[in-house]
Nanobody, 124 residues
Framework: QVQLVESGGGLVQAGGSLRLSCAAS????????MGWFRQAPGKERAFVAA????????YYADSVKGRFTISRDNAKNTMYLQMNSLKPEDTAVYYC?????????????????WGQGTQVTVSS
């Protein structure tokens, strides 16, 4: 059974930083791309960032490019999202997801396992 557990969310002031983690188990971690999505109140779940199974390729939504950095440690079966220069519009529940293959992907349908989410709140 694949399990994804996010951690690291919280309340931060605008301009601050947070680091999210996603611990994975139940499949060969390095064989699968991983991604971060977020869902703000009243909005659909949206793509944030993705990383290939090897970690050699990454892809970001335009809204976070230059501020967020996705990474992974395949030895620890863990993915990270370093979020800097946070804005109030980054407030959302952040979900990690495991992809259906090793290549970077950005569509929700290309991810088959999801975590429960962690709340990130950025105050102005």
């Amino acid at each position: 059974q694949v399990q994804l557990v996010e951690s690291g969310g919280g309340l931060v002031q605008a301009g601050g930083s947070l680091r999210l983690s996603c611990a994975a188990s139940g499949r060969t971690f390095s064989s699968y791309a991983m991604g971060w999505f977020r869902q703000a109140p009243g909005k659909e779940r949206a793509f944030v960032a993705a990383i290939s199974g090897s970690g050699g390729s990454t892809y970001y939504a335009d809204s976070v490019k230059g501020r967020f950095t996705i990474s992974r440690d395949n030895a620890k079966n863990t993915m990270y999202l370093q979020m800097n220069s946070l804005k109030p519009e980054d407030t959302a529940v952040y979900y990690c997801a495991s992809g259906v293959g090793g290549m970077v992907r950005s569509l929700r349908d290309e991810y088959d396992y999801w975590g429960q989410g962690t709340q990130v709140t950025v105050s102005s």
